[in-house]
Structure formats: C-alpha cells, structure tokens
C-alpha cells in the first residue's frame, strides 16, 4: 500500500508541477486567470507551496530510504547472532548436562524467549557467564568454542543493540519527515483546489486551455 501511495503523490504533484508551469508559460492561460484574481503574484505563491512539497517529498523519501537501509542492517545482525547463538547454546547444553546449577545460571535450562530485549538478555548472560569462568572456557573449548568467539559475541552483541538504536532513531525520523511531507502535499492541495475551480470558471468556455492545467473535459 506504501508503494501505491507513494506513487499517487508522485503524480499528484507533478500534475501539480505541470500546471503552474503552463499557467505561467501560456500567454492566453495567464491573461484569463489575472482576470479572476491569479495573477503572478498570486501564482508565485502557489509555486513556493510546489517547491516546499517536493522538498518535503524528496527528504520523506530520503529518510524512508535511510530506515530501510537501518532495518537491513539491523536484520542481517540478528540472523547471524541468531545461528551463532543457536550453535553455541546446542554445544554448551552438552557440555554443561550434568551441572545443574551452571545449566541455570548460563540460563541453559529450557527454551528461550525470542522477544527482543529477553533475547539480548539471555545471551548476555550466557556470553558474559562463561567469559568470567576459566573451568567454563575450558569445556567449552573442547567443543571448539574458544575465548575470542566468546569475546567477539560480546562485542556482536553491543554492535546489534546500537544498530537497533540507529534503526529506531530512523524510523522516528522519518515518521516526523512523513508529518511534514503531508502537511505540505494538504497545503498544497488546498491551493491547487481553489486554483482548478477558478480555472473551471475563468475558462469554461475554452476546454483547450484546461486540458493544458491537467484537468480533463468531457466533450
């Protein structure tokens, strides 16, 4: 739905572009929309609103593109956290079987909630737990977990909780780059509303010259 609308906008305002350029180009549209209060001055203004949408516009979509970009990030960091973990968990089950009590406190025992923030605090707990232990380094490293993989995890796992920041932070810049881009288009809009009813009027005679503002004539 996000593309469709989009779109819609796109060719809104460069119907909107389309206009104004020919109401200015076009002597005769001119002269007919200066008699009913369009002048250059009046017209002038409706360009400025043009111009502040399409900045608005180009910037929304900048800011789109950004989050997207942050999400992909953030998303590729949680599928390889996600396997490295999983492989980790599985050996470490087996190293840990028979103490109980380490099996707890590695927060080995059952199953794991995928939720976010306990995810993050589960494996926290198992990467920092067992990087503190030299017995616990020691059987894991007969499964081929060694040191560094556990201390890279750490610092795997710090770099995904920023890139999920960076990744909120986007998207409530472009949620605040959407408000923006909509307030102008509904400025704009307004403007062009009143504009193509006075044409209707000033040019109800001349159908050719509508067609050239975008709006089209029933014959």
């Known amino acids: 739905m996000a593309t469709i609308r989009r779109r819609t906008e796109d060719q809104l305002i460069e119907t909107y572009r389309v206009s104004l350029m020919n109401v200015e180009n076009q002597t005769e549209i001119a002269t007919t929309m200066a008699e009913y209060g369009?002048?250059?001055?009046?017209?002038?203004?409706?360009?400025?609103?043009?111009?502040?949408?399409?900045?608005?516009?180009?910037?929304n979509q900048q800011e789109d593109n950004e989050t997207i970009q942050a999400r992909s990030d953030f998303d590729v960091k949680v599928s390889l956290m996600t396997e490295k973990y999983a492989s980790h968990r599985r050996k470490a089950k087996v190293a840990f079987r028979k103490d109980d009590v380490t099996m707890k406190q590695l927060g080995l025992t059952g199953s794991y909630?995928?939720?976010?923030?306990?995810?993050?605090?589960?494996?926290?707990?198992?990467y920092s737990g067992v990087r503190s232990n030299?017995?616990?380094?020691?059987?894991?490293?007969?499964?081929?977990i060694t040191e560094d993989e556990i201390t890279a995890c750490i610092t795997e796992i710090n770099a995904l909780e920023t890139t999920r920041t960076l990744y909120l932070k986007e998207v409530g810049e472009s949620q605040e780059a959407t408000k923006a881009k909509d307030k102008a288009l509904a400025e704009l809009e307004e403007w062009m509303s009143d504009f193509y009813a006075v044409a209707k009027i000033a040019m109800e005679d001349k159908p050719q010259l509508l067609e050239s503002l975008g709006l089209l004539v029933r014959s």
């Open 113 to 126: 909630s995928r939720a976010y923030v306990k995810w993050i605090a589960t494996m926290k707990t198992f």
């Open 38 to 59: 369009y002048d250059l001055a009046t017209i002038t203004k409706g360009r400025e609103l043009l111009g502040a949408t399409i900045t608005a516009f180009n910037f």
């Open 134 to 144: 030299a017995a616990h380094l020691a059987k894991l490293l007969v499964f081929k």
